[in-house]
């Protein structure tokens, strides 16, 4: 069966830290990737998604960027985090037009 | 723009007390439309998939139902268990990636 790892569940960093996310699933291949973010009285927002390895479109300009080194494998990063960059991060998978799977998400706060 | 509007807000019932979840979509070419369930603090959980007006789904005390228009997920004598936020999202044609959610709904169910 398949799987989706995300860690970490919570992180607070200061202002202008860096950030790095990572998500990795397990029991499929050549899965489309997404990170969303969730921020509290808004709908899940799409910011990056990836149909393949290196293979990055972003769906908001903002302070973060993606990247998949494997796979199966997605990171989040930031190099300096705004205290906009506040919210509820969320990883998924999905095969095609077949419903997305999700992880159990991060918490940022930055502080 | 794909849009997705989830009414109400919030709904609180009685243990017993049927009633329907409202999700309203304005979409390209609908490729799918999926149902989800959140619990406070955690990834979305999949529910359901519906791809074409008429088509229903059914899982336990739920059931899902599909317009041109709307969708609908029906919940019957639900119990305090159900209490959780259901989200609504969209895929449209021609992509093979993003979902659009809407806001969701806040399900309270009092024992």
């Known amino acids: 069966s398949q799987t989706i790892h995300q860690w970490p569940a919570t992180l607070v960093q200061p202002v202008g830290s860096p950030l790095s996310l990572e998500c990795t699933v397990e029991g499929t291949s050549n899965p489309n990737l997404y990170w969303y973010r969730q921020a509290a009285g808004r709908g899940l927002q799409l910011l990056f998604y990836s149909v393949g390895i290196g293979q990055i479109s972003s769906e908001v300009p903002q302070n973060l960027s993606a990247s998949r080194p494997q796979d199966r494998q997605f990171i989040l990063s930031s190099k300096k985090l705004l205290l906009s960059d506040s919210g509820f991060y969320l990883c998924?998978?999905?095969?095609?037009?077949?419903?997305?799977?999700f992880g159990q998400g991060t918490r940022l706060t930055v502080v | 723009e794909d849009q997705v509007t989830q009414s109400p807000e919030a709904l609180r019932l009685q243990e017993g007390e049927s009633s329907s979840l409202n999700c309203s979509y304005t979409v390209s070419g609908l490729r799918g439309l999926f149902w989800y369930r959140q619990d406070p603090g955690k990834g979305p959980e999949f529910l359901f998939t519906l791809y074409s007006a008429g088509e229903e789904k059914e899982k336990e005390r739920l059931k899902a139902t599909l317009t041109k228009k709307e969708s609908f997920l029906h919940i019957t004598a639900p119990k305090p268990e159900d209490s959780a936020t259901y989200l609504c999202a969209v895929r449209r044609g021609g992509s093979n990636y993003k979902l659009t959610f809407g806001k969701g709904t806040l399900l309270t169910v009092n024992p």
């Open positions: 998924a998978w999905s095969q095609m037009n077949t419903e997305a799977f």
